[in-house]
């Protein structure tokens, strides 16, 4: 079962909410948050009080992608402003495993999450403790960027490290998604897509939705 998270990035800022409706209404199965910091990644986005905002308008499971330096101290905040998967990028962590642990102490789901450039070696002891692994298809910080060919391969390879121990982790990509390249993420293993401006600035957003989940 694929399952689609429409990214919130490409969404008309002035409008937010509606935004966020016309997704759910159109089938998303949860939506994408992005946080950026200015400082891990070139781009500035949303903080916590935002979260709680949109917490109101929506039943959406909230998947709120981490791209600030120094996340331990956002974990908290953002779990009270209602995140239902908190995602951190290992590139951020060097105590990744304790941060985890916090997260799951605090009820959430975990997610972990790789830049292009960054190996899977680097979440190998860490998989069992994850419900998603993120890989970005694109270097973070902005949406619209073109989707990077050779992570097709670390797909695959995330793919066969988790099904030879045997684990339940989600697989997420997350970068320059579109109808085309979802069907080779998907063919490679992924089974989350994350996808804005593919969504966001489609005519129909309903069968956007439906061109890239495949059905
Ligand atoms: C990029 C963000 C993405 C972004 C994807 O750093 O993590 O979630 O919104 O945008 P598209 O789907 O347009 O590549
Ligand atoms: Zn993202």
Known sequence: ???ISPSILSADFSKLAEDIKLVEAAGADMLH?????GHFVPNL??????VAAIRKVTTLLFDVHLMVNNPQDFIEPFAK???????IHVETAPHLHRILQCVRELGLKTGVSLNPATPLSSIEEVLGEVDMVLLMTVNPGFGGQKFIPSMIPKIAKLKRMIDERNLKVDIQVDGGIN????REVVAAGANILVAGSAIYQADDIKKAICEIRGT
């Open 179 to 182: 109808p085309v390249t979802a």
């Open 33 to 37: 948050i992005d946080i950026m910091d």
């Open 45 to 50: 986005t949303f903080g916590p009080p935002v």
């Open 81 to 87: 402003a209602g995140a239902d998967l908190l995602t």
């Open 1 to 3: 079962m694929i399952k």
